[in-house]
């Protein structure tokens, strides 16, 4: 019997990806230069965010997607910062909340204003202090609303409750910096990676670290979770510093069920992953490439599919929600490419090839929407959703909180009717000596200290012409009354 080699038919065997227009890319954007190995963009169906090159503290831009091609150099900015922003995320159940974090320890909560900003943004609806340490990472909770989680270079994970803006449960397993995090579906499990070379599996209501793998043959990068099918992919370096991804049990981390060379390049390798069409992109920092991959829950687990090429190198890329998509012209992804070199933000469209123009329900399954299906008081309580088992209607069966699901047959214009609402605090007050050190907050970057000192210069400088044009005052009435004493009286 002659040898064949192995066939794999797939659907999404031919996709292929489409670059916008110019006219429909976004130019002119002085996109940061930090090193910091993050995407430094966040997109959602209404607006595009983009961390920007700025001096004397961090600040990025928000354009609505509908104002495409070059944009104006004093274009309006989120800057209320006083260090360099490092991520930045967008709420996935109010389209215009995004968090952001920064080397100045802080994470604050923007609301962006219907149509875009219209002047420089500086006051926060939230401000949330309590890393010790700059911030390099914030992450939504998928399924409950208000819930934030952030990551500092103080090695400590935050879980926020924006119902009150306050910091409720703190994970403390992290010997070194976090280099990433990442949900399962319904958010009842946390995975990070560490520079400590280590990859974890967290319940992060409790902070129990469930698995723990030593990563050492693979230095572990990045990690994402596939859905819902139990498993996690990381990307990496080899022993032989050639990049690599490896694929892993979620319920056993010993030792990898694979691991694959990519090839030899040095940059970053990030992976973004589809659950609804099981599809795996690697897109590389520094080069323009962007591979992709179907995984199955059977071996070979991963098929290579094909490789989009560009010559142009990318600093990071923006993901757009499924609920943002074109569904009409078969689109399954699409990301958002910074182009530094160029000032450039371009749009790549993952799209499967279909002769039919009708509605490819194959390719479009129930994906999550817009709606939580948790609120917070919810999900800090331990309440899971609870389901009625048909055999024993009376007992309650406590089953994670999947996604709200929504379908995108009829294309999705549906605004959120979700609101955000700043929790009002009580202003409170420690005083010594005089003076108030809530009030009074100590610098903490090189860049505040700085910012203070001219703050400062400034109102010595204001109360000095304040205190002159009192003295002239004060010496015109001297002169009245003098003038006053020295008149004849009249009779």
Request: glycine share 6%; hydrophobic share 35%; net charge neutral.
């Amino acid at each position: 019997m002659s040898w064949r080699p192995q066939y794999r038919s797939s659907k999404f065997r031919n996709v292929y990806g489409k670059v916008a227009n110019r006219e429909h890319c976004f130019d002119g954007i002085p996109i940061t230069k930090n090193v910091h190995d993050n995407h430094f963009c966040a997109v959602n169906a209404r607006f595009l965010a983009i961390v920007t090159e700025s001096a004397g503290g961090g600040s990025f831009l928000v354009i609505p997607l509908e104002q495409t091609g070059r944009i104006e150099p004093n274009y309006p900015k989120v800057c209320g910062h006083q260090g360099n922003v490092l991520d930045i995320k967008w709420n996935p159940f109010i389209d215009n909340i995004i968090a952001s974090c920064s080397e100045d320890t802080s994470v604050r909560i923007w609301e962006i204003p219907e149509g875009g900003l219209k002047r420089n943004m500086t006051e926060a609806l939230l401000e949330l202090h309590g890393h010790s340490r700059r911030v390099g990472l914030v992450e939504w909770h998928p399924t409950t609303n208000n819930i934030l989680f952030s990551a500092g270079y103080d090695y400590k994970v935050l879980i926020w409750n924006l119902d009150v803006g306050e910091p409720v449960k703190m994970i403390d397993c992290h010997t070194d910096v976090i280099l990433c995090m990442s949900f399962n579906t319904d958010g009842s499990l946390l995975t990070t990676t560490c520079k400590d070379k280590k990859l974890r599996v967290i319940e992060p209501r409790s902070g129990r670290v469930l698995q723990e793998a030593n990563c050492k043959n693979h230095r572990v990068n990045r990690v994402v979770f596939l859905g819902n099918m139990k498993r996690l992919l990381t990307t990496g370096v080899s022993r032989w510093n050639t990049r690599q991804i490896a694929l892993w049990d979620q319920e056993d981390l010993s030792m990898p069920l694979i691991e694959e060379e990519i090839d030899g390049l040095s940059g970053l390798l990030f992976p973004f992953y589809d659950a609804d069409t099981h599809m795996l992109y690697l897109a590389g920092k520094g080069d323009g490439n962007i591979r992709y991959y179907e995984i199955s829950t059977e071996k070979p687990y991963l098929s290579y599919l094909m490789e989009f090429r560009s010559p142009a190198p990318q600093k990071g890329l923006g993901v757009m929600p499924k609920h943002g998509l074109d569904v009409s012209a078969c689109e399954v992804f699409r990301f958002y490419k910074l182009v530094t070199l160029k000032g450039l933000i371009e749009p790549i469209s993952m799209i499967v090839p279909r002769r039919s123009d009708s509605y490819q329900e194959d390719i479009y399954p129930m994906t999550p929407g817009t709606e939580p299906a948790l609120t917070p008081d919810e999900w800090l309580g331990g309440i899971n959703r609870v389901h009625l088992v048909s055999s024993c209607p009376n007992v309650p069966h406590s089953w994670p909180a999947d996604p709200v699901l929504m379908s995108l047959k009829e294309g999705y214009k549906k605004s959120s009717k979700m609101v955000f609402k700043a929790p009002v605090k009580e202003k409170k007050s420690v005083v010594v000596n005089g003076i108030d050190l809530l009030e009074n907050v100590p610098p903490r970057t090189e860049n505040e200290l700085l910012r203070m000192f001219f703050r400062q210069q400034d109102e010595i400088r204001r109360l000095k012409e304040e205190l002159a044009h009192k003295d002239i005052r004060i010496r015109q009435l001297q002169l009245e009354l003098k003038n006053l004493r020295n008149s004849p009286k009249n009779c």
